[in-house]
């Protein structure tokens, strides 16, 4: 994708705010709720659900009927590693509206021919990630084994407020993993958010099954219920 088509995005993207729009159908009255204010709602339960859908919809409670009408950023997929699994990702993400960008400074791998009608950028992701930040609309997964790559991004995802963060690699690599996130400064409630190993546990072989188990787990992640917290 053009940078300057990718700032222009990211642009729009910053500029819409996640609110919903709250219609009594019986008496017509309307308020708008921003996303920050959202706690303090009395249908914050009911609101946050339609938010974390995306879409608009119908609810009823305690006997009244309400419109909400969303608006929210599209939700984003930032991948690090231009590999098997990402090529079996990125279509299967498309399907289930996410944009999806992948991260490889590696330009044997990172190839349009091999991501078609992908955000590619070639680049380390310190660089990338200045052009495309996170949010809590966008899902990482980290990919390559290779921490020069992985972890940058890793540590970026940390510090936002991204829904999934999600990191391939055994039980041991992930050990060392949370080593190198130590030293970087992050305590062990940061590091809980870490899926890993990543994904749902199906018994995933193949890269196209690992990709289903990374999106249905993303999906878990975002449609599901709020963790309360320990």
């Not at 590693?81 to 990172?110: E, N």
């Not at 021919?113 to 949010?135: G, I, M, N, S």
């Not at 992050?186 to 099954?209: C, M, N, Q, T, Y």
Request: proline share 6%; with cysteine; aromatic share 4%.
């Amino acid at each position: 994708m053009d940078i300057s088509l990718l700032s222009v995005l990211n642009a729009e993207r910053a500029a819409r705010r996640a609110t919903v729009l709250v219609t009594e159908l019986g008496s017509g009255e309307q308020r708008l709720v921003k996303e920050v204010d959202l706690a303090g709602d009395p249908l914050v339960e009911a609101l946050d659900k339609q938010l974390r859908s995306g879409k608009s919809g119908t609810v009823e409670i305690e006997g009244k009927a309400y419109f909400l009408t969303v608006q929210a950023p599209p939700l984003r997929l930032v991948v690090t590693g231009a590999v098997h699994i990402s090529q079996a990702l990125a279509p299967m993400a498309k399907l289930l509206d996410l944009d999806i960008a992948v991260i490889d400074p590696r330009t044997a791998f990172a190839t349009q021919e091999r991501f078609p009608e992908v955000t590619l950028l070639a680049e380390w992701p310190e660089e990338a990630l200045q052009r495309l930040p996170f949010d809590r609309y966008t899902a990482f997964v980290a990919l390559t084994h290779d921490p020069k790559i992985d972890d940058p991004a890793l540590i970026a995802a940390l510090r936002s407020s991204c829904f999934y963060i999600g990191a391939l690699g055994s039980r041991k690599t992930h050990g060392k993993r949370l080593e190198r996130l130590a030293a970087a400064g992050f305590g062990e409630a940061d590091v809980k958010r870490i899926h890993a190993p990543i994904g749902l546990d199906i018994g995933a072989v193949s890269p196209a099954e690992i990709a289903l188990a990374i999106l249905g787990e993303i999906v878990q992640a975002l449609r599901g219920p709020r963790r309360k917290p320990a």
